[in-house]
């Protein structure tokens, strides 16, 4: 079992939908990120979490540091938020575990 | 101002050869990671620096692999008798601190022939 689950793996969206998208862990963590890359490689540090929640525009993260679990939420998603998201934790030390990322399509 | 800068953006070589690849963190940041992305997979840890502190090097996956990182701002991850294995897109990301987020530069698709 991965120490890092995403789920969904791909998710495919109508314009204007709510979206969210889960993480797991099981290790002990200091901090989480989301990260997005887009078709071409560019990745983009969304959020990083340690408790609580998050929001940056049509974007929140959400993490429960008890049940090892954080969710990213998109709202009034748009075809520009086609992306992969990438769910990342840091542990105690500093080495960052990676999950194998959200793949996600939105149509216009 | 500059992102995070990384040369050259793509790279061919023959396996055996030792290979080199740059990082120019942003300006002030004293945290700098390298990751591997290889062909669909995840983002994989290699080595990370903070400031003048000792290297955390637990990710690199073979001696073949070193870093360093040069009076606290540039850093060179160099792999030595390249294996076709070896092929991925090499990213480096930099931020203030441990605690902050981090900014990834574009990668070097390293490919061994």
């Known amino acids: 079992k991965n120490e890092v689950e995403q789920s969904p793996q791909n998710l495919t969206a109508q314009e204007g939908e709510f979206i969210t998208i889960n993480c797991s862990y099981s290790?002990?963590?200091?901090?989480l990120h989301w990260l997005q890359q887009h078709p071409g490689g560019g990745i983009v540090s969304l959020f990083m979490?340690?408790?609580g929640k998050k929001k940056h525009g049509r974007l929140i993260a959400t993490i429960n540091i008890q049940e090892k679990h954080s969710s990213l939420h998109i709202t009034a998603s748009h075809p520009r938020d086609s992306a992969v998201y990438i769910c990342?934790?840091?542990?105690?030390?500093?080495?960052?575990?990676f999950g194998a990322g959200t793949r996600l399509f939105v149509k216009a | 101002g500059a992102g995070v800068s990384q040369s050259p953006s793509n790279k061919v070589t023959e396996k055996g050869k030792d290979v080199e690849l740059r990082c120019d963190p942003i300006?002030?940041?004293?945290?700098l990671y390298w990751y591997r992305q290889s062909l669909g997979q995840g983002l994989e840890f290699l080595i990370y620096?903070?400031?003048?502190?000792?290297?955390?090097k637990s990710g690199l996956p073979s001696d073949r692999f070193s870093a360093e990182r040069t009076g606290g701002s540039v850093s060179t991850l160099t792999i030595q008798r390249t294996q076709q294995e070896d092929s991925a897109v090499y990213l480096c990301?930099?931020?203030?601190?441990?605690?902050?987020?981090?900014?990834f530069g574009d990668g070097t698709r390293l490919s061994i022939l």
């Open positions: 990301a930099s931020s203030w601190g441990v605690q902050q987020p981090q900014h």
């Open positions: 290790v002990g963590i200091s901090a």
């Open positions: 979490l340690s408790s």
């Open positions: 990342a934790v840091r542990t105690g030390g500093f080495k960052t575990i």
């Open positions: 300006s002030g940041h004293t945290a």
């Open positions: 620096f903070q400031g003048n502190s000792a290297p955390d």
